[in-house]
Nanobody, 124 residues
Framework: QVQLVESGGGLVQAGGSLRLSCAAS??????????IGWFRQAPGKAREFVAR????????YYAASVKGRFTISRDNAKNTVYLQMNSLKPEDTAVYYC???????????????WGQGTQVTVSS
């Protein structure tokens, strides 16, 4: 059984920073995932891709809206993926989810395992 648990969300002022963590339990990422992605969903909006990293080579890819502000990374030893979010804007407010899957893609449908989400709220 694979479980992904996100943490690190909270309330921050515009321009501030947060670091989200996604920890896997049950099995190591390398046993079932090629890529780990972060997605977000704001109220009344569809879930959207934020960033993803490949587990083996740590290749990264970002949505245009966060490129240059967010950094995704992984720690093999801790079986954890991070999303460092800097220069946060009110429009970054959403529930953030991590997901793992067998394909390095921006499509949420291709990810098999999902965490429960963590709320990020950016005040203006």
């Amino acid at each position: 059984q694979v479980q992904l648990v996100e943490s690190g969300g909270g309330l921050v002022q515009a321009g501030g920073s947060l670091r989200l963590s996604c920890a896997a339990s049950g099995r190591t990422f390398s046993n079932y995932a090629i890529a780990i992605g972060w997605f977000r969903q704001a109220p009344g909006k569809a879930r959207e891709f934020v960033a993803r990293v490949t587990w083996t080579l740590a290749n990264t890819y970002y949505a245009a809206s966060v490129k240059g502000r967010f950094t995704i990374s992984r720690d093999n030893a801790k079986n954890t993926v991070y999303l460092q979010m800097n220069s946060l804007k009110p429009e970054d407010t959403a529930v953030y989810y991590c997901a793992a899957g067998p394909t390095a893609t921006i499509s949420a449908a291709q990810y098999n395992y999902w965490g429960q989400g963590t709320q990020v709220t950016v005040s203006s």
